[in-house]
Protein backbone atom coordinates (compact mmCIF):
# COMPACT_ATOMS: atom_id res chain seq x y z
CA UNK A 1 0.00 0.00 0.00
CA UNK A 2 1.66 3.65 -0.95
CA UNK A 3 2.43 6.08 1.57
CA UNK A 4 -0.70 6.62 3.16
CA UNK A 5 -3.41 5.52 1.09
CA UNK A 6 -5.10 3.39 3.40
CA UNK A 7 -6.24 6.49 5.17
CA UNK A 8 -8.17 7.55 2.54
CA UNK A 9 -10.22 4.00 2.98
CA UNK A 10 -10.34 3.48 7.24
CA UNK A 11 -12.80 6.18 7.52
CA UNK A 12 -16.08 5.46 10.03
CA UNK A 13 -13.69 2.81 11.53
CA UNK A 14 -12.36 2.04 14.97
CA UNK A 15 -9.28 4.49 15.05
CA UNK A 16 -6.30 2.98 15.35
CA UNK A 17 -3.03 4.59 16.82
CA UNK A 18 -0.47 2.70 16.69
CA UNK A 19 3.42 4.16 15.93
CA UNK A 20 6.86 2.96 16.08
CA UNK A 21 8.27 2.68 19.18
CA UNK A 22 11.99 4.08 19.60
CA UNK A 23 14.56 1.66 20.31
CA UNK A 24 15.95 1.44 23.61
CA UNK A 25 18.44 4.58 24.19
CA UNK A 26 20.57 2.30 26.75
CA UNK A 27 20.97 -1.71 26.55
CA UNK A 28 22.90 -3.71 29.52
CA UNK A 29 24.02 -6.95 29.19
CA UNK A 30 24.40 -9.58 32.20
CA UNK A 31 26.59 -12.64 31.26
CA UNK A 32 26.26 -16.11 33.74
CA UNK A 33 28.76 -18.44 34.63
CA UNK A 34 26.00 -21.15 35.19
CA UNK A 35 22.11 -21.67 35.39
CA UNK A 36 22.10 -21.31 38.98
CA UNK A 37 23.83 -17.69 39.21
CA UNK A 38 21.06 -16.85 36.44
CA UNK A 39 18.08 -18.06 38.64
CA UNK A 40 19.41 -16.24 41.82
CA UNK A 41 19.57 -13.15 39.90
CA UNK A 42 16.53 -13.40 38.12
CA UNK A 43 14.60 -13.93 41.32
CA UNK A 44 16.25 -10.93 43.17
CA UNK A 45 14.94 -8.70 40.37
CA UNK A 46 11.92 -10.14 40.03
CA UNK A 47 10.65 -9.58 43.95
CA UNK A 48 12.84 -6.66 44.02
CA UNK A 49 12.55 -4.40 40.39
CA UNK A 50 9.18 -5.73 38.98
CA UNK A 51 7.09 -6.30 41.52
CA UNK A 52 6.75 -10.04 41.44
CA UNK A 53 6.21 -9.64 37.76
CA UNK A 54 7.04 -12.09 35.13
CA UNK A 55 10.36 -11.06 34.28
CA UNK A 56 10.74 -12.99 30.87
CA UNK A 57 8.63 -14.34 29.08
CA UNK A 58 8.63 -18.17 27.70
CA UNK A 59 9.22 -17.19 23.82
CA UNK A 60 12.53 -16.40 24.58
CA UNK A 61 15.93 -18.27 24.13
CA UNK A 62 17.35 -20.09 26.93
CA UNK A 63 20.11 -18.41 26.72
CA UNK A 64 19.46 -15.03 25.17
CA UNK A 65 16.76 -13.61 27.40
CA UNK A 66 15.63 -9.84 27.32
CA UNK A 67 13.73 -7.23 29.58
CA UNK A 68 12.11 -4.14 29.21
CA UNK A 69 12.39 -1.82 32.95
CA UNK A 70 9.86 -0.64 33.55
CA UNK A 71 7.60 -3.47 31.97
CA UNK A 72 4.79 -2.24 30.29
CA UNK A 73 1.80 -2.98 31.95
CA UNK A 74 0.11 -6.21 30.91
CA UNK A 75 -2.59 -5.95 28.33
CA UNK A 76 -4.42 -8.93 29.59
CA UNK A 77 -5.52 -6.77 32.78
CA UNK A 78 -8.18 -5.11 30.35
CA UNK A 79 -10.91 -5.80 27.77
CA UNK A 80 -13.15 -3.94 25.08
CA UNK A 81 -16.57 -4.27 25.70
CA UNK A 82 -19.61 -2.07 23.47
CA UNK A 83 -22.65 -0.67 24.93
CA UNK A 84 -24.24 -1.36 21.28
CA UNK A 85 -27.97 -2.17 21.94
CA UNK A 86 -27.90 -4.64 17.86
CA UNK A 87 -24.65 -6.77 18.47
CA UNK A 88 -25.80 -9.62 16.24
CA UNK A 89 -23.23 -10.05 13.16
CA UNK A 90 -24.86 -9.46 10.25
CA UNK A 91 -22.89 -13.19 8.56
CA UNK A 92 -22.86 -16.54 10.36
CA UNK A 93 -19.98 -17.31 11.80
CA UNK A 94 -18.88 -21.06 11.49
CA UNK A 95 -15.90 -23.31 13.32
CA UNK A 96 -14.44 -26.25 11.82
CA UNK A 97 -13.62 -28.95 14.02
CA UNK A 98 -12.29 -32.42 14.49
CA UNK A 99 -10.81 -34.09 17.48
CA UNK A 100 -10.87 -31.22 19.89
CA UNK A 101 -13.84 -32.06 22.09
CA UNK A 102 -11.71 -31.79 24.86
CA UNK A 103 -10.52 -28.38 24.46
CA UNK A 104 -11.75 -25.89 21.93
CA UNK A 105 -10.74 -22.45 21.81
CA UNK A 106 -12.41 -20.87 19.17
CA UNK A 107 -15.75 -22.12 20.65
CA UNK A 108 -15.11 -21.14 24.23
CA UNK A 109 -13.90 -17.66 23.20
CA UNK A 110 -17.28 -17.09 21.20
CA UNK A 111 -19.48 -18.23 23.97
CA UNK A 112 -17.63 -15.75 26.05
CA UNK A 113 -18.03 -13.20 23.40
CA UNK A 114 -22.02 -14.32 23.21
CA UNK A 115 -21.28 -14.54 19.88
CA UNK A 116 -23.98 -17.03 17.82
CA UNK A 117 -22.00 -19.88 15.63
CA UNK A 118 -22.38 -23.14 14.36
CA UNK A 119 -19.44 -26.00 14.54
CA UNK A 120 -19.31 -28.45 12.05
CA UNK A 121 -17.79 -31.95 13.27
CA UNK A 122 -18.09 -35.28 11.70
CA UNK A 123 -20.46 -37.83 12.85
CA UNK A 124 -18.29 -40.00 14.72
CA UNK A 125 -17.27 -37.42 17.08
CA UNK A 126 -20.37 -35.54 17.28
CA UNK A 127 -21.76 -37.00 20.74
CA UNK A 128 -18.45 -35.65 22.11
CA UNK A 129 -18.88 -32.23 20.92
CA UNK A 130 -22.26 -32.29 22.63
CA UNK A 131 -20.21 -32.29 26.08
CA UNK A 132 -18.14 -28.78 25.33
CA UNK A 133 -21.09 -27.07 23.40
CA UNK A 134 -24.80 -26.91 22.73
CA UNK A 135 -26.22 -29.24 20.28
CA UNK A 136 -28.26 -26.43 18.97
CA UNK A 137 -25.09 -24.87 17.77
CA UNK A 138 -23.75 -28.43 16.12
CA UNK A 139 -23.80 -29.50 12.72
CA UNK A 140 -23.01 -33.00 11.20
CA UNK A 141 -20.61 -33.03 8.56
CA UNK A 142 -22.38 -34.78 5.74
CA UNK A 143 -20.37 -37.68 4.01
CA UNK A 144 -20.76 -37.02 0.45
CA UNK A 145 -18.73 -33.45 1.39
CA UNK A 146 -15.47 -35.40 2.18
CA UNK A 147 -16.46 -38.30 -0.77
CA UNK A 148 -16.73 -35.61 -3.40
CA UNK A 149 -14.06 -33.09 -2.25
CA UNK A 150 -11.24 -32.03 -4.63
CA UNK A 151 -8.00 -33.05 -2.68
CA UNK A 152 -6.00 -32.06 -6.08
CA UNK A 153 -3.57 -34.22 -5.74
CA UNK A 154 -4.53 -37.49 -7.05
CA UNK A 155 -3.56 -40.51 -5.10
CA UNK A 156 -5.28 -42.93 -2.60
CA UNK A 157 -4.67 -40.66 0.39
CA UNK A 158 -8.71 -40.82 2.24
CA UNK A 159 -7.80 -37.58 4.16
CA UNK A 160 -9.61 -34.33 3.32
CA UNK A 161 -8.55 -32.41 5.76
CA UNK A 162 -10.61 -29.14 6.59
CA UNK A 163 -11.20 -28.01 3.45
CA UNK A 164 -14.76 -30.19 2.87
CA UNK A 165 -16.17 -28.89 6.19
CA UNK A 166 -15.53 -25.61 4.84
CA UNK A 167 -17.15 -26.36 1.77
CA UNK A 168 -20.30 -27.59 4.18
CA UNK A 169 -20.46 -24.18 5.52
CA UNK A 170 -20.38 -22.05 2.88
CA UNK A 171 -23.33 -24.08 1.37
CA UNK A 172 -25.02 -24.49 4.33
CA UNK A 173 -24.36 -20.40 4.51
CA UNK A 174 -25.77 -20.29 0.83
CA UNK A 175 -29.24 -22.19 1.86
CA UNK A 176 -30.10 -19.72 4.81
CA UNK A 177 -29.59 -16.62 2.07
CA UNK A 178 -26.71 -15.14 3.52
CA UNK A 179 -24.12 -13.10 1.24
CA UNK A 180 -21.27 -13.35 3.35
CA UNK A 181 -19.99 -15.71 6.08
CA UNK A 182 -17.32 -16.56 8.57
CA UNK A 183 -15.39 -19.32 8.78
CA UNK A 184 -13.00 -20.48 11.57
CA UNK A 185 -10.18 -22.76 12.60
CA UNK A 186 -11.02 -24.44 16.08
CA UNK A 187 -8.10 -23.34 17.99
CA UNK A 188 -8.16 -19.95 18.10
CA UNK A 189 -7.63 -18.34 21.42
CA UNK A 190 -8.81 -14.64 21.48
CA UNK A 191 -9.96 -11.73 18.96
CA UNK A 192 -8.10 -8.44 19.82
CA UNK A 193 -8.24 -4.98 18.89
CA UNK A 194 -4.49 -3.64 17.92
CA UNK A 195 -4.67 0.17 18.89
CA UNK A 196 -2.33 2.37 21.10
CA UNK A 197 0.31 -0.08 20.46
CA UNK A 198 -1.95 -2.66 22.75
CA UNK A 199 -3.47 -5.59 22.17
CA UNK A 200 -6.42 -5.95 24.58
CA UNK A 201 -9.00 -8.82 24.33
CA UNK A 202 -12.77 -7.99 22.83
CA UNK A 203 -15.50 -9.51 24.37
CA UNK A 204 -17.96 -9.02 22.42
CA UNK A 205 -19.00 -8.99 18.71
CA UNK A 206 -18.31 -5.57 17.81
CA UNK A 207 -14.86 -6.45 15.64
CA UNK A 208 -16.90 -8.69 13.91
CA UNK A 209 -19.47 -5.82 13.09
CA UNK A 210 -16.71 -3.53 11.82
CA UNK A 211 -15.42 -6.31 9.69
CA UNK A 212 -18.37 -6.53 7.65
CA UNK A 213 -19.34 -2.79 7.50
CA UNK A 214 -15.81 -1.96 5.76
CA UNK A 215 -16.36 -4.97 3.41
CA UNK A 216 -19.65 -3.99 2.49
CA UNK A 217 -18.54 -0.59 0.96
CA UNK A 218 -16.78 -2.26 -2.03
CA UNK A 219 -17.88 -4.44 -5.05
CA UNK A 220 -14.42 -6.15 -5.41
CA UNK A 221 -13.65 -7.75 -2.05
CA UNK A 222 -13.68 -12.10 -2.00
CA UNK A 223 -12.17 -12.59 1.33
CA UNK A 224 -11.10 -10.56 4.23
CA UNK A 225 -9.47 -11.87 7.82
CA UNK A 226 -7.67 -11.32 11.40
CA UNK A 227 -4.01 -10.72 11.32
CA UNK A 228 -2.13 -13.32 13.60
CA UNK A 229 -1.57 -11.46 17.11
CA UNK A 230 1.86 -12.70 17.18
CA UNK A 231 2.72 -11.81 13.87
CA UNK A 232 1.86 -7.74 14.83
CA UNK A 233 4.80 -6.62 17.43
CA UNK A 234 3.31 -3.91 19.96
CA UNK A 235 6.41 -1.53 18.67
CA UNK A 236 5.70 -1.18 15.31
CA UNK A 237 3.65 0.56 13.10
CA UNK A 238 1.22 -1.27 10.15
CA UNK A 239 -1.56 0.34 8.70
CA UNK A 240 -5.00 -0.98 10.09
CA UNK A 241 -5.22 -3.36 7.28
CA UNK A 242 -3.07 -4.90 4.51
CA UNK A 243 -4.49 -5.59 0.55
CA UNK A 244 -3.91 -8.49 -1.31
CA UNK A 245 -2.82 -11.26 0.56
CA UNK A 246 -3.61 -14.73 1.90
CA UNK A 247 -6.08 -14.88 4.66
CA UNK A 248 -5.82 -17.48 7.22
CA UNK A 249 -8.11 -19.33 9.90
CA UNK A 250 -10.54 -16.58 10.26
CA UNK A 251 -12.21 -15.74 6.71
CA UNK A 252 -14.90 -13.23 5.66
CA UNK A 253 -15.97 -14.86 1.98
CA UNK A 254 -18.15 -13.38 -0.06
CA UNK A 255 -20.84 -15.99 -0.87
CA UNK A 256 -21.11 -15.34 -4.18
CA UNK A 257 -17.62 -15.79 -5.88
CA UNK A 258 -17.29 -19.01 -7.97
CA UNK A 259 -14.77 -20.65 -6.06
CA UNK A 260 -14.94 -23.75 -3.69
CA UNK A 261 -12.27 -24.96 -1.16
CA UNK A 262 -9.69 -27.34 -2.56
CA UNK A 263 -6.63 -29.37 -1.62
CA UNK A 264 -5.69 -31.28 1.53
CA UNK A 265 -3.44 -29.13 2.77
CA UNK A 266 -3.03 -24.87 2.78
CA UNK A 267 -6.32 -24.72 1.39
CA UNK A 268 -6.94 -21.12 2.55
CA UNK A 269 -3.49 -19.76 0.91
CA UNK A 270 -4.74 -21.51 -2.27
CA UNK A 271 -8.14 -19.70 -1.82
CA UNK A 272 -6.80 -16.40 -1.54
CA UNK A 273 -4.10 -16.65 -4.05
CA UNK A 274 -7.30 -17.88 -6.68
CA UNK A 275 -9.08 -14.89 -6.16
CA UNK A 276 -6.27 -12.97 -5.99
CA UNK A 277 -4.92 -13.97 -9.67
CA UNK A 278 -9.00 -13.22 -10.82
CA UNK A 279 -8.05 -9.92 -9.88
CA UNK A 280 -10.59 -9.70 -6.72
CA UNK A 281 -8.82 -8.28 -3.63
CA UNK A 282 -8.30 -9.72 -0.08
CA UNK A 283 -8.03 -7.33 2.94
CA UNK A 284 -6.16 -8.47 6.43
CA UNK A 285 -7.35 -6.78 9.17
CA UNK A 286 -4.32 -5.94 11.05
CA UNK A 287 -6.39 -3.46 13.40
CA UNK A 288 -8.76 -6.94 14.35
CA UNK A 289 -6.57 -9.84 15.26
CA UNK A 290 -6.61 -13.20 15.85
CA UNK A 291 -4.91 -14.44 18.66
CA UNK A 292 -4.43 -18.56 17.61
CA UNK A 293 -2.20 -21.49 18.45
CA UNK A 294 1.24 -21.93 16.26
CA UNK A 295 1.47 -24.73 13.64
CA UNK A 296 2.01 -28.36 15.65
CA UNK A 297 1.60 -26.68 19.48
CA UNK A 298 -2.18 -27.77 19.58
CA UNK A 299 -3.43 -31.64 19.93
CA UNK A 300 -6.30 -32.41 17.41
CA UNK A 301 -7.36 -31.03 14.15
CA UNK A 302 -4.66 -31.26 11.41
CA UNK A 303 -1.74 -31.35 13.60
CA UNK A 304 -3.04 -35.10 14.51
CA UNK A 305 -4.09 -35.75 11.38
CA UNK A 306 -1.46 -34.89 9.14
CA UNK A 307 1.81 -32.65 10.70
CA UNK A 308 2.57 -34.85 14.21
CA UNK A 309 3.66 -37.50 11.82
CA UNK A 310 4.49 -36.43 8.25
CA UNK A 311 5.78 -32.79 9.12
CA UNK A 312 4.93 -29.90 6.99
CA UNK A 313 6.75 -30.76 3.66
CA UNK A 314 3.40 -31.79 2.04
CA UNK A 315 1.39 -28.79 3.71
CA UNK A 316 4.36 -26.43 1.36
CA UNK A 317 4.93 -29.02 -1.61
CA UNK A 318 1.16 -28.58 -2.54
CA UNK A 319 0.96 -24.87 -3.04
CA UNK A 320 4.03 -24.82 -5.31
CA UNK A 321 2.52 -27.65 -7.48
CA UNK A 322 -0.87 -25.53 -7.33
CA UNK A 323 1.02 -22.35 -8.05
CA UNK A 324 4.31 -22.75 -9.61
CA UNK A 325 4.51 -19.82 -10.89
CA UNK A 326 4.45 -17.60 -7.67
CA UNK A 327 5.09 -20.56 -5.13
CA UNK A 328 7.69 -22.18 -3.59
CA UNK A 329 9.14 -24.51 -0.74
CA UNK A 330 11.92 -23.04 1.54
CA UNK A 331 13.67 -24.27 4.59
CA UNK A 332 13.38 -21.96 7.84
CA UNK A 333 12.99 -22.26 11.65
CA UNK A 334 14.58 -25.66 11.18
CA UNK A 335 11.06 -27.05 9.52
CA UNK A 336 9.71 -26.26 5.87
CA UNK A 337 7.52 -23.74 4.61
CA UNK A 338 6.17 -22.32 1.86
CA UNK A 339 6.69 -19.01 0.10
CA UNK A 340 4.76 -17.14 -1.59
CA UNK A 341 5.33 -14.08 -3.47
CA UNK A 342 2.26 -11.32 -3.86
CA UNK A 343 3.70 -8.96 -5.79
CA UNK A 344 1.90 -9.23 -8.57
CA UNK A 345 -0.98 -8.60 -6.71
CA UNK A 346 -0.35 -5.03 -6.36
CA UNK A 347 -2.68 -4.13 -9.32
CA UNK A 348 -5.70 -5.12 -7.66
CA UNK A 349 -7.43 -2.14 -6.35
CA UNK A 350 -10.40 -1.62 -4.04
CA UNK A 351 -13.22 -0.16 -5.90
CA UNK A 352 -15.99 1.62 -3.57
CA UNK A 353 -19.75 1.06 -4.23
CA UNK A 354 -21.60 4.04 -5.57
CA UNK A 355 -23.91 6.03 -2.72
CA UNK A 356 -22.22 4.46 -0.45
CA UNK A 357 -22.48 6.71 2.97
CA UNK A 358 -19.92 7.25 4.79
CA UNK A 359 -18.57 9.93 7.58
CA UNK A 360 -14.76 11.17 8.31
CA UNK A 361 -14.78 10.96 11.46
CA UNK A 362 -13.70 7.87 14.05
CA UNK A 363 -16.22 4.95 14.59
CA UNK A 364 -15.49 2.94 17.72
CA UNK A 365 -18.42 0.66 18.27
CA UNK A 366 -18.76 2.25 20.91
CA UNK A 367 -16.13 0.20 22.59
CA UNK A 368 -14.35 0.99 25.42
CA UNK A 369 -11.82 -0.60 27.37
CA UNK A 370 -12.64 -2.50 30.66
CA UNK A 371 -10.71 -3.62 33.63
CA UNK A 372 -10.51 -8.04 33.49
Not at 200 to 216: G, H, K, M, P, T
Not at 302 to 316: A, M, R, V
Request: some cysteine; charged content about 35%; overall charge positive.
Amino acid sequence: MKNEDWKKEWVDMPECNNVKQPPAEITATFKFRNEKDYNEFKDKIKEHLYNNQKVFDGEQKKDKKQAWFPLREKDSKYCYLSSLKNKETKFPIYIISKGRFKRNPTSTMLNKMNVPFKIIVEEQEYNEYCKIVDKKQILILPKKYKLEYDCFWKDKDPRTGPGAARNYAWDHSLINKNKWHWVMDDNIESFERFNDNKKIRCYDSSLFLASEDFVLRYTNIAIAGFQYANFMPYSDFRPPYKLNTRIYSCLLIRNDIPYRWRGRYNEDTDLSIRVLKDNWCTVQFNAFLQGKRATQTNDGGCNDEFYKNEGTLNKSKILSDMHPDIAKVVKRFNRWHHYVDYSSFKKNKLIKKKKIKITNKINNYKMTIKKV
